[in-house]
Nanobody
Framework: QVQLVQSGGGLVQAGGSLRLSCASSRSMFSEFAVGWFRQAPGQEREFVAA????????IYADSVKGRFTVSRDKAKNTVYLQMNSLRPEDAAIYFCAGRRTILTASPGVESGSYSYWGQGTQVSVSS
């Protein structure tokens, strides 16, 4: 089993920035595509962003495109979600998730396609 550990959540004013981290002590993490999902109170979990195993392919939900950036540091076994120009509607619990895949695979947007999940971290945005 692979354990994903998240950090970086908190409270930020609208228009501000925050960076989330998703890390693993297992070297197998480098063979994972990693996705980010969020869930606000009373709403269903939604896709936010994802990065391929190599880090070369990135996809984003329309709601965050141009504001959020997902990246990975292979040496640190860490994937980041840089969140800029935050809005109150971005407030939610954010989860990272991973799935082992082949090198050429595109990351998925369906939560059911991911096998391993982080514990979640709260992101709050004040207006």
């Amino acid at each position: 089993q692979v354990q994903l550990v998240q950090s970086g959540g908190g409270l930020v004013q609208a228009g501000g920035s925050l960076r989330l981290s998703c890390a693993s002590s297992r070297s197998m993490f480098s063979e994972f595509a990693v996705g980010w999902f969020r869930q606000a109170p009373g709403q269903e979990r939604e896709f936010v962003a994802a990065v391929s195993r190599s880090g070369g392919e990135r996809i984003y939900a329309d709601s965050v495109k141009g504001r959020f950036t997902v990246s990975r540091d292979k040496a640190k076994n860490t994937v980041y979600l840089q969140m800029n120009s935050l809005r109150p509607e971005d407030a939610a619990i954010y989860f990272c998730a991973g799935r082992r895949t082949i090198l050429t695979a595109s990351p998925g947007v369906e939560s059911g396609s991911y096998s391993y999940w982080g514990q979640g971290t709260q992101v709050s945005v004040s207006s």
